[in-house]
């Protein structure tokens, strides 16, 4: 079973439209990471945050939020008044903190966002 | 200048053939890995190594080898290349510290193999 689902593939929106990219994980630690990276047209993957599951506080960072909800085990990633630069492929992934697996990164599938003019 | 950088950014090749994929930084991290992305898969870990004598494989290591040559470099080896090792393959590299573990990835490798 996948730790990470993305169920949204692609999501298209108007330039100023707010988007919110939703995130699923499974995992039976106490203690994990979850973490979402952006890959924009030119390949390259850019990490956006790190959030720890012992940290339930939502994040924002400018036109970026987060919102993580054990209760649902969601971390979902909402665009505020997007914009054509922020068309990219966005990914989730999970990391656990056990000592076989410490470290390695669990991705989803990845969402595509396009933001049209 | 990048602190992880990917050579070659592009190759093609042809099946049968024997490819190296090398990774190097300069962040200081102990800690390397290989993935590859397949269009609608995300990405798949093939290889990790958490020190220049720890390697270890991850979910698609089939096919693929590893080399750690210094604590700032770590190649991939696809020793005889096929076609469905086309992909696009990352580097990444982490401190290494459990709690504050965050992969910084280089640029990417485009492989094709014909």
């Known amino acids: 079973a996948q730790k990470v689902t993305q169920a949204q593939t692609e999501i298209s929106v108007v330039e100023k439209e707010d988007v919110t990219l939703d995130c699923v994980y499974e995992?039976?630690?106490?203690?994990?990471?979850l973490f979402w990276y952006k890959q924009p047209p030119s390949g390259e993957l850019v990490f956006l945050i790190r959030?720890?599951?012992?940290?339930?506080q939502n994040e924002i960072s400018g036109r970026y939020s987060w919102n993580f909800q054990k209760s649902t085990s969601s971390f979902n990633f909402t665009i505020t008044a997007s914009q054509v630069v922020d068309s990219a492929v966005y990914f989730c992934?999970?990391?656990?903190?056990?000592?076989?697996?410490?470290?390695?990164?669990?991705f989803g599938r990845g969402t595509q966002l396009t933001v049209w003019p | 200048d990048a602190d992880v950088t990917q050579t070659p950014r592009n190759r093609i090749t042809k099946t049968g053939k024997r490819i190296m994929l090398e990774c190097s930084q300069t962040?200081?991290?102990?800690?390397m890995y290989w993935y590859r992305q397949d269009p609608g898969l995300g990405l798949r870990l093939i290889y990790y190594?958490?020190?220049?004598?720890?390697?270890n494989k991850g979910e698609i290591s089939d096919g693929y080898s590893v080399s750690r040559q210094a604590q700032a470099k770590f190649s991939l080896s696809l020793e005889s290349a096929i076609p469905n090792q086309t992909a696009l393959y990352f580097c990444?590299?982490?401190?290494?510290?459990?709690?504050?573990?965050?992969?910084?990835f280089g640029p990417g490798t485009r492989l094709t193999v014909l």
């Open positions: 959030r720890n599951s012992f940290d339930e």
């Open positions: 990444a590299t982490s401190v290494g510290q459990g709690r504050e573990d965050t992969q910084y």
């Open positions: 190594s958490f020190d220049v004598k720890d390697i």
């Open positions: 995992t039976r630690d106490t203690t994990y990471y």
């Open positions: 962040k200081g991290h102990d800690r």
């Open positions: 992934a999970l990391s656990e903190d056990r000592g076989s697996t410490l470290g390695r990164l669990y």
